[in-house]
Every structure is written in C-alpha cells, then in structure tokens.
C-alpha cells in the first residue's frame, strides 16, 4: 500500500535538487571568464523506490524515488593538459631566449652608421691618412680619437653584455624561487584536496587552483606528474620528486642551482629557466650565449690591438728637437692587457701625439720626420687574412653578427611555430572545460520549469491531501 | 568541435595582435625607409650588406688617396716641364755664345740669364705643397736644396761628392699610396732625380757654364752637350710621371665602377621599395579592418539577448 505522504518527499527532493542545479549553473556563468576554470556539471540519477519487503507488496507498478545527485563534476581532459604543458615549456623557452637575443641584437645595431665596423674602418682611415701625412699634429690627433671611439665602442657593448648578464641571472634566481613558491602552494593544495576528497566529493575548484598551478610550472620547468589514488599529484624534475604527497624539495641557487637536501644539480632540459641559463652561460658554437658572444668580442679586440702594438713597436716616434726629446721605438699603440672590456690606448699615446710611431727609422734630424712606412704596415693590417685565430678582421666580424642574427632569426622562428601550437592546444581546452554561457542559459530554463513544476506538483498533493484530511469521512457533522 | 564565448574571443584577440604586427612591421620599415631594421630580419642579407659598407668605405679612402697621390704628382709633373723650359732657354742662348760672336758685354749678359736659370732651378726643386715638400724624399719640413758656402747641398748631401749608397738611400724614401685594393703609386720624385748627381747634375752644369761666360777667356766646352744629356734625362722622367699619372686615372674610373655595384648591392638589400611596401601596407590594413567588424558581429549576441 503505497504511504501516505511519499509523494512529498518526491516533490521536496525535486525542489532542493532543480535549486542546487540552477546554483551550479550560477556558478559556471560567474566564472565564465575566470583563468583555470574549469565547467561543472551535476550529474543526476533517479532514486530506487523504497521497498519493505518485495514479498509483504506484491503491488503493481511500483514508483521511485524520484531524483538524487549522483555526483558534481568538472569536465577537464587530462590527456590535453599533459599535451598543453608539454608545447608550453618548449614555448615558453623559446620565448625566453628569442627576446633575450632580440635584445643583444639591438646593441649590435651594424645596419645603422654608427656600429662596431663602421668605428674599426674611421680607425683605418685615419691611418691612411697618416701614412699620408706622418709629421702633421692635426692628422696624428684625429688617428687617436677615431681610435678612442673604437676602443670606448668595445667598451660599451662589452659592458651592455655583461649588465644583460647580470639581468639573466636574477631572473633565473627569481624563477627558482618561483618554483619554491609554486611547489609550497602544491603541497598546500594537495592536502587540501586530499581531506576534502576523503568525504567521497570532488574538490573541483581547489583542483582548478592546482592545474593554474601546474600549468605556469609548465612554462618554466620541464617535469612530470601523476596523479595518485588519494588525489594527491606527486610532481618530478628529471628522475628527482619536486613534490610527493605533502612532501617537497627546495631548490638553491647560487652558481648552479642545486637541491637543498643533497646538494645534487638540477638537472633542466627545456623551460624558460633553462633559456635563462642557456643565454647566462652558453660559451660555444652549439650553445650561444653571452659569454660567447663576449669571447668572440674580446677575440677581435685583442687581434686588432695586438696585430697593431707588433707592428708600432717596431716604428719610431716623432721627436721634439727643441724640448729634447728624442725619436724612441718600442712603444705600444693599445694598453697591452686587452679585453673588449679593458680595450685602450696606452698612456704613451694619449699623453702625446708625437708618441705614434709611423717611421720606419730613427729620426735622427728634421729631414726624415716623413718616413710613413710604419704608418703603411699598420693600414695594411686591414686587408691581412692570415691573423691568428681570427683570419681577418672583416670576415670576423661579419662572423660574429650574422651568427647573432641567425641565432636570433631561428628562436624567434621557433617561437612562433610553438604559439600556433600551444594556442591551438588551449583552444582544444576551452573546447572542453570552457564555459558557454548559451549553454548555461538554456540549462537555467530547463531547471527553472522543473522548478516550477515541482511546486505546482507540491500544491497538487496538499489539495488531495486536504480533500482527504478536512472533507473525508465528515457525513452529517 | 565545442565552441565557447571565451574560446571566439580569444581567437579574435590572437588574430587582431597578428595583424597588428604585420601593419607595425610595414609601418616602421616605411618610416625609417630601411626594410631591414633588425639584424634577424634577413641574417642573409646583414651579410652582403656588411661586406659592401665595408668595401665602399676602402673605396672612399682610396678615392681620397687618389686625390693626394693625384696632386702631387701633377706638382711634379708642372716642375719637370718647367726644368724641360730652363734647359731650352739655356740651350738657346748657350747656342749663340758658342758661336764665338759675342763680345765681352754679350757674354756677361749670357751669364746673368743663366745665373737666373740656375737659382730658379733651386727653386724649383723646393716645391712646396700643403707645407710640405715634394722633392725631399722623407724630408718634408727642411728645404731640400740650400746653397751652402759656395756647395749646392740637397738633404744635407753634397751633390758633387755625393756616394751610390747615399743616392739609393734617398731614392728609397718614397711616398708609396693605395689607390686601389691592390694597387699603390709612388707619388713622389726624389730630389737626386729631378737635379741629378756628380758633375752632372743641372746647377752644377748652369753654374759652370757661368764662371766660363764670365771668365776673361771664354774657352768652349762640352756645354751644350751636357745641356741635352740633361734635357733627356728630364723628358725620361717626364713621361715616367706621365704613366704613373694615367695609372691614376684608370685607377679612378675602375674604382668608381666597383662604387656603383656596391651601392647596388647595398641598397638591394637594405632599401625599400616605397611602391611594394605601401601597398602590402594597404593590404595589411584592409585585413586588420575586416578582423575588427566580423570580430565585433561575433562576440556579441547571447541567447539571453533573446529570451523574453
């Protein structure tokens, strides 16, 4: 015999539940345009009836229970994150490098008039125009400050070098204490998540944060992640646990970052971090970095600094007859400790102009002040290709700068191939977990009728219901 | 495929910045008139471009060394004819007295023009061009040629007792100039050229040929003969100075040649064409439009908008 009052129940269930709906459906519209959300779904089941015994009610057509929350879920495809986080390291890497090498390309701006070339060809011209004319003050005054300009040029971009320097490692500083930061707030998470799941409920917002979480770890590290049965993720960079269960590992950096707790190097494949340490440290052909760049500079300083001093310690002064002062040889053009930081002219040649030695002999009398054969070695220097280690200077630098820009042309290449690719992976994403708020406005509508329906359905029962109470079984009263 | 607003909006977003890009690319290579202006733009490219600047700017010195080398040698060019005159005139007039019509008086008056002759001669091989001297090997700040205690001394030497050794070491005190990628031009004429040496040289022979006008008997000598050896000697020279001045002007025209194609090589690779670049700019743009009024029609109807 059917109870009673059950078809209330029905209806009461009905009611809470199309609430708890049309809640959710809020929830997902509030956060159409929050990063990292993920759409939730409530996923509903019809109830059992609620049966005694199946032998004392042998009745027909038996009624359920009407409708219970089977579970709230989020929709996320956890085989698209492992992919996007995959792409956006490699992106995020070449991103990194791509504008770091764009900006050591601007300082060496050679298709402007005012580059390292242009200030080494002013240098030699002015020396042909001393071999022209050795004895002349004037002449002899312009070949020192055109040669000033070349060696302050050398100064400055080796400086501007090392500040970018200086500028990555911070930044790599910066990312490692990121990644502690990052790890802290997963182990966090990840006990939070871990109590709330014990209830049997799925903790969809706090797992949203974590994937935020992940996804920007992502960027700046390559690693790899499980999931483990309690809902913890246990999280490892090549081979060593960054994170396992409420457990992590703090990372150190000082020259190489290291792991706080065995002093064993972090080992990094891909990531923004590793473009920072590629760019800080990179000293090779197959590893361009600034030190390399840096080499490179101070290679060419010291091959035309040297090559020049060989060759002016074999001239001889100008002298200065009426002050004493004899015509000398030996004397050095550039300061002979030379780095493209620390490139100069020696103290001889700044105190005197008199001090460039263009002759090939000893001026013994006024008669031979116009012997510029020295004068004509040193601008043949120019056109030498067989100087050590670098064969020539203008092959050399050309070198230099066309390495530069290629390296340069093929990150930002690879870049831009990686961003077609991360995109279309967050598209796919969206695709899944994003909310579409016409989506939602339609499930409002569908919950607001069951609503509707349901409180009708509760006044149809408390009319029979009140037939029965109030007007049965009342004859002749 | 699942569509979501943000996912539409992002995809407008992502193009609307692409677009702008390119328009930004087009504007800054319009307005710097340069289509290259980073070093990655065309890593190719920065390599021609530099071998070019690199080559134009030897080509600059060489065209200034032209100039140098150019005036010197037309200087000396200008001298040697000048000698070439002297020894004429002196030939000329030499040719009369050796006649043995002259009288006393005659002869003086021979001997003061040719006195005239012999000190202009010096002179002459004291040229001076920009302060310095032409005709002093090394020596571009002392006069070459003084007249010292009746001697004729040039850089200090005397010219009638002046050895083989000390004339090869100032021949050696050339001016050698690059006019070209391999080629260099002495420029200067050395002073024991122009005057010559030993008995021989020219004021030795103007200056004899004085004190024989002037002494009380004129005895005839090989003057003449001597004055032609000369004038062979100075035509020699002359057309020695003649081809290194014409190497000069074949130098020029080749180096402008080789100014022309760099120019073009460099100017291939780093200048714009302002017709192609406007209209790719145009076209740019006209895309960057579209993106925006489709962009705009998709993003924002909503069911909502519709429901009552």
Redesign the interface.
Known sequence: MRSTFYGFEIAKMSLAISQKAIDITGHNIAN??TKGYTRQRITLASKDPYMQSRFLDPERGIVGGGVSIQSLDQIRDIYIDKQYRKENNLMEMWNTRSEA??YI??I????QDSGL??SI??F??SL??L???P?DKGTRISVIQNALKMTELFNHYSSQLKDKQTELDNATKISVMRINDISSNLVNLNEQIKSYELKGEKANDLRDKRNLLLDELSGIIDFTYEESKDGTVNVAINGKNLIEGSVRNILESNNNITWLDDGSNLIIKRGSLKAYLDMRDGDSENNVGIPYIINNLDLLAESIGNEINKVHSLGWTLPDFANGVPSITGVDFFNPQITAETFALSDAILENSNNIAA?SENIT????????LVA?ML?GIQ?RTDIPKISSI?SF??GI??E???E??HA?FMFEGQETLT?SL??QK???S?????EE??SL?RFQHIYAASARLITAIDEYLDVLINRTGIVGR | ???????II??FL?NLNKNSNIMNKYQAQLSSN?R?????????G??S???A??KL??L??FS??NR?ARSWLDQTEFALSEVNEIIKIATENMIRAENGTLSAGDRNAVASLIEQLRDHVIQIGNTVI?G?YIF???????T?FKYIDGTLKY??LDLLKITNDEIDIQKS?V????VG?NTSINAALSGVDLMGTGNDNLFNILDETVKALRSENYISGNYLERLDNKQNDILTLLADIGGRIKRLDIMEDTNSRYEVSYLDMKSSI?DIDQAKVITEFKMAEAVYRSTLAVGAKVIQP???DF?R
Do not use: C, W
């Open positions: 159409a345009d090498l764009s390309e601007q060496f701006d050679e298709t070339s242009d060809n002013t030699f011209k042909h125009d071999t022209n004319n004895a002759s009398s006024a008669e031979l002040k116009g012997n510029n004509s601008t056109n203008d630098l050309k700068v066309t530069l820009a290629i340069t042309s930002r995109l967050s598209n969206s695709s899944v994003g909310v579409s708020i016409d406005m339609t509508l | 495929m699942r569509i979501t607003n943000s996912m992002d995809t992502n340069r290259i202006t980073r070093l990655s733009d065309d890593p190719i920065i390599m471009s530099l071998e600047r690199s700017q030897r600059e010195q200034n060394n140098e920009g310095r002093g090997g090394y020596n571009t700040s002392e070459p850089n200090g005190q001016k050698d100039i690059l990628f780093e909503k069911l909502i429901l």
